[in-house]
């Protein structure tokens, strides 16, 4: 019995702590050492912000600013003395009102397709989800000009709708969804429908709030999609008053606010466009996870 329970007590540690003394230091520096080496560039980046423009082209890896200085970040939020302000409040806006509109719209389109070809029995189903995954095949790249087209056609093209529109379902949501459906018990669902409940109101009311990790996961996936979209709002808008944080650094890093490197108001600009991204992951990481793994789970 001593036996069986020192072997499981031996289970539950840690792996390093099951070696010597001598080799978990060694196995914790080198964890420490490619930690650090993962966290170097975003430290360069947030120290750079706070550099000249010339201690940056000088010492681009040097992580103490020579002197320190928040003309960048005043540069962004249009607080400089010199009128050579970035709209970045303009590209945050846009950024943040597409990336919630697309999020609220997938999110709730998407689980009710999901749901309905996990549940409900209707002809050329099976053919419909076919189809769906047949779509997450084709390159993104790919369908960039008969986009163009359309929106062109129809009377889209450089309008906030334009850029809305096409990203308001996803195939990737609907097949999460429809996993994480599958695994529920369908007992609910009939328990729900004894007591007079329609299929919308046993979706809405009670499969929706059981889906909670799944939504999350969804959430996440869908605002760090559109936020960092760049493809569709290159060929979807011309106007400057459409630019996003995508569009608008990828215009200012390729030169078009200015000359010079500008490395501290680049690198700053960046920093800040990951800040919402990074706060809503690690806010919700837990539920990310369980929504991920039991989509995989099927009843």
């Keep these: ?21 001598p080799w978990r230091v060694l196995g914790y520096a080198f964890v420490l050492a490619v930690a650090l080496l993962y966290l170097m560039p975003f430290v360069i980046q947030l120290v750079t912000g706070f550099k000249t423009d010339p201690d940056a082209a000088a010492h681009p890896l040097g992580l103490i600013p020579s002197p320190p200085t928040t003309a960048a970040y005043q540069r962004l939020f249009g607080l400089s003395q010199n009128g050579d302000g970035v709209p970045f409040l303009r590209w945050l806006g846009n950024s943040t009102f597409v990336a919630v509109v697309v999020t609220v719209a997938q999110v709730l389109l998407d689980s009710m397709a999901g749901y309905a070809l996990a549940r409900l029995n209707f002809p050329g189903r099976r053919l419909l ?50 996993q994480f459906f599958e695994s529920i018990p369908r007992e609910v669902e009939e328990a729900a429908r004894i007591d007079g409940a329609g299929t919308f109101r046993t979706f809405w009311s009670v499969v929706l709030p059981m889906a909670r990790p799944a939504l999350i996961t969804l959430t996440i996936l869908t605002f760090q999609g559109s936020w960092n979209e760049f493809t569709h709002f290159l060929v979807a808008t011309q106007s400057s008053q459409y630019e996003t944080l995508t569009t608008g650094l990828a215009r200012f890093v390729s030169g078009g606010l200015g000359s010079g490197t500008q490395y501290p108001l680049k690198l700053a600009a960046a920093l800040l466009s990951t800040i919402p991204v990074a706060v809503l992951f690690f806010r919700f990481q837990r539920y990310f996870v369980q929504g991920a793994n039991a989509g995989a789970v099927k009843e």
């Design 129 to 178: 989800f076919a189809f769906v995954l047949a779509t997450m095949a084709v390159p993104g790249i790919a369908l960039l000009i008969p986009r163009f087209l359309v929106l062109n056609t129809l009377g889209l093209f450089d309008t906030y709708t334009g850029m809305i529109l096409p990203m308001i379902v996803g195939t990737g949501g609907i097949f999460l969804m429809k």
């Design 1 to 21: 019995m001593k036996t069986k329970a020192a072997a499981a007590r031996a289970q539950q540690r840690p792996v390093l702590g099951r070696f010597p003394l």
